[in-house]
């Protein structure tokens, strides 16, 4: 028995009587019927508890029938089922969470911790109570549990790892969120902050954009608004200095009225005394100097006060060619028309508002563009030189279009004066004006059918911009 690594071993004949125990010597021709009928008719092992000299244990046992000369035996063999072995198939599952246990009849059910809930599985055997004296037939339970901890714990982990990736997933919409929002509304803000810097006085805010969406659509019409703004404020300013001169014109004549009213009397009296009395002119003269001398001190002090009503503009040193750049690259060129800039590299430093030579630009290069109707080009170019009163910076503005005859050019810079039945006339009339107050010069060379070309001479400023320098 040892040999064939068993525990139980018995060899009964067809009457059930037990012809030879390997176990237990004393079962020899004992008559266990109950035995050999459950084990010839079991299908599967049988739970048998046996006898032993020292009290009696548990076998897992199964029955092999044979016959031997004619005769039929029954030969029983089986494993000791004790704590060992069902902690031995337990370990052999290689899962430290699973346990076998054993629920014999009338034999109370193991227990688990409260805190340690289990999954578990019964498997039914016979049971045979064989170390009685009357031998009971039963049904015993192998309990294969397995505890529910380790799926806790996992689903515990689980918990965790879906709150991080529930947290993660909102940063990362946040941060996704945040840079589409960034991205879409960049060019809102741009635009937004260029629309805060407008103003009538700051009117060079460039509104240009190559976005084919809505935003650039917007620019667009924030840049064509701007440009008819422009128009609009020379337009306001050039009737405010209408105004302003005929009601300066009306209080000069006003004023030089009353100097000259006493002057002239005085005048016609000595010319009376001259032709009636001429021994008494210079006791006349006399008499009427103080009315003379008052009359002009009254006029000399009415020039000093209305040359003071004219403050000196504001002149910041400007590069001309920077303005004239800016207004070739922003200028809005129709048809086959085609305009350029042929500008030096170095900067042609003059003495002006950058707006003010904005305007006088752009006057220039829209009157140009308008004289092409649509076709021609136009070219606009700056050159150092110097003049009789130190170095100069020239302004050109060349086109190809119509031209004028003499007559239109003696006129040209007129107010309301224009060769365009759409015109308003005012344009060059504000370039004589602003080139004037700059201490410069405008002239124009043009014929009929060979185009057109302005010139606009500026006092310029030497490296510092402080006083006058080298041409450039």
Known sequence: MPLAGLDYLM???ASGRILSSGHFRNEYDRRASTLDSLLAGADGPVLVRARTAEGSFLALARGYPFEMGGRRFLLAGGLTVDQHFLDRLAREEGDAALSVALLRPGAAAPNRPATDPAMAARLALPYL??????????????????SLAPLAALERRMDVWFVWGLIAAMLLAFLIAHVVATRATRPLTELAE????????????????????????????MAAMVERLRASVAHLRQAERRAAVGDMARQVNHDIRNGLLPIRNVVRHLAEVARQSPEDLAPVFVEREGTLDGGITYLESLASTYARLSPRPDRPPSDLNEVARAVVR????????TLRADLPAAPARVAADPIVLRRIVENLVVNAMESLDGEGTVVVGTAGGRGGDGPTVTLTVDDTGRGMDAEQVERIFEDFYSTKPEGTGLGLS??????????????????PGRGTRFRVELPALDPTGDTPGEAI
Do not use: C, M, N, Q
């Open 11 to 13: 060899l009964l004949d």
């Open 129 to 146: 109570d064989d170390a009685e004296t009357v031998p009971a037939v039963d049904t015993a339970y192998v309990v294969v549990s397995h």
């Open 194 to 221: 260029k629309t805060r810097r407008l103003d009538l006085e700051r009117l060079d805010v460039d509104f240009r954009s190559k976005r084919s969406d809505e935003v650039g659509s917007l620019a667009r019409l």
């Open 330 to 337: 922003d200028a809005v060129v129709p048809g086959r028309t």
């Open 430 to 447: 504000i370039v004589r004006r602003l080139v004037a107050d700059l201490g410069g010069r405008v002239d124009v060379d043009s014929r």
